[in-house]
């Protein structure tokens, strides 16, 4: 049963988020309109981020409710309930000699029931996790989208795969954790292969045709743009992965629980900030004028209803692949998890390069070796670290048994 969860686990990981994959890409090149005469790029990041953050919120929902306890209350269903510490009453209900009256210690009762007080705090900090993570990734996304003018798929997918970078730095800005060396080779190794790739591209990405030099050489300012973009992309995901650290150290929370929270207040953001009619912002807001982005999105739509299948695609195949991602989370570790998503972003880089004939130089396949070099690193040592850790559980266990 396990062997066959595993397999299903890997299966659904790879055929969503590769799916996902040639989808995303889709949308970032032109769509023919209706009359056949133009083609024109869609530009709304906000319009794809809430299609997707709303199925993935609904589908965690329907995840939640289906493999719910018998009798389990709303709160704790969406993780909202304060974990309830153990009974101080010294064995008795009890409290000098009284009953009916609630003593409260730490912000608990005597019984072990939270305060109201304490319960609001506790629910008002965890949503306010959640909010934070999901403002950083309404951000994200259009810088993300964006770099695909300037930068080509592969590239963004190797930029992808070093999210250690940017969550290593985060976690020192914001928190001020310390890693351990072998991090550090890791993100030299990445750094490097990253630095590699970009030196011996030659292909053109979908702006580059129109920034050309007056000798008619290759301008190099809109690939620069394209990876600056892809930075600010890359650090607000650090942002992201170390705040979704900082909750599930702090707080007793599922995967999926965390994924409808972040999903539901991302759709949130997202549709407040796509109807506003708000002023043309670069990356943020492209729309210009005081029309609403979403109702430029929806125009587009109409006009060039050849967009509808990629975004379909793309929004369906980003919220089950999440649903797979964390029921691998859940039976088999990050460690599995690591391995899978390692193994995936290069059949995607690999796919992307089959299905849309992108043209790798010698050098960049170099680069993208040393990138995925650095990677396997970090999976080797997580793999001992993960082992000994058990050999050290089986060991204390046989002693208990022996006692």
């Not at 990253?194 to 190099?220: L, R, W, Y």
């Not at 992309?233 to 995967?255: C, H, M, P, R």
């Not at 649903?323 to 998890?337: D, K, M, R, V």
């Not at 690591?338 to 170099?366: A, D, P």
Request: hydrophobic content about 45%; overall charge positive.
């Amino acid at each position: 049963m396990s062997i066959l969860r595993l397999g299903l686990c890997v299966t659904g990981v790879y055929a969503m988020f590769l799916l996902w994959a040639i989808a995303q890409e889709r949308l970032s090149v032109p769509f023919q309109s209706v009359d056949g005469e133009s083609t024109h790029k869609f530009k709304s990041a906000l319009f794809i981020g809430t299609c997707q953050s709303f199925l993935s919120s609904l589908s965690a929902l329907c995840y939640i409710y289906t493999r719910r306890k018998p009798g389990s209350a709303f709160f704790s269903l969406l993780g909202l309930d304060v974990p309830t510490p153990p009974s101080q009453s010294n064995g008795s209900s009890k409290a000098n000699g009284t009953s009916g009256s609630k003593i409260y210690i730490n912000g608990h009762s005597r019984t072990g029931h939270p305060s109201p007080t304490s319960l609001f705090s506790h629910r008002k900090r965890l949503l306010l996790g959640y909010l934070q993570c999901s403002s950083f990734i309404a951000l994200a996304a259009p810088f993300g989208f964006a770099a695909l003018s300037y930068i080509t798929y592969p590239t963004m997918v190797l930029g992808k795969s070093c999210k250690l970078v940017p969550v290593m730095l985060m976690n020192f800005l914001l928190y001020r954790r310390k890693f351990a060396p072998h991090k550090y080779l890791v993100v030299a190794l990445v750094t490097t292969g990253i630095s590699v790739f970009m030196f011996f591209g030659n292909e053109k990405p979908s702006k580059a045709t129109s920034n050309k030099t007056p000798d008619g050489t290759q301008s190099p300012y809109p690939q620069l743009i394209g990876i600056a973009y892809l930075l600010i992309n890359l650090i607000l995901d650090g942002a992201v992965n170390s705040t979704q650290d900082e909750i599930f150290s702090k707080y007793k929370v599922s995967g999926q629980q965390m994924m409808f929270w972040i999903n539901a207040f991302c759709t949130v953001l997202t549709t407040a900030l796509g109807t506003l009619p708000l002023p043309y912002i670069p990356v943020l807001h492209p729309t210009s004028g005081t029309q609403s982005e979403f109702g430029t999105a929806l125009e587009f739509i109409r006009t060039h209803p050849s967009v509808v299948v990629p975004l379909v695609q793309f929004s369906i195949t980003g919220a089950l692949g999440q649903l797979f991602i964390f029921e691998t989370l859940q039976h088999f570790g990050s460690l599995t998890l690591v391995t899978i998503t390692l193994t995936r972003k290069m059949f995607t880089m690999i796919l992307s390069v089959v299905v849309y004939n992108h043209k790798l130089t010698l050098g960049q396949w170099l680069g993208a070796a040393i990138v995925f070099a650095g990677i396997s690193i970090e999976a080797f040592v997580k793999r001992k670290d993960v082992h000994a850790k058990q050999v050290v559980l089986e060991k204390e266990k046989a002693q208990i048994k022996s006692l």
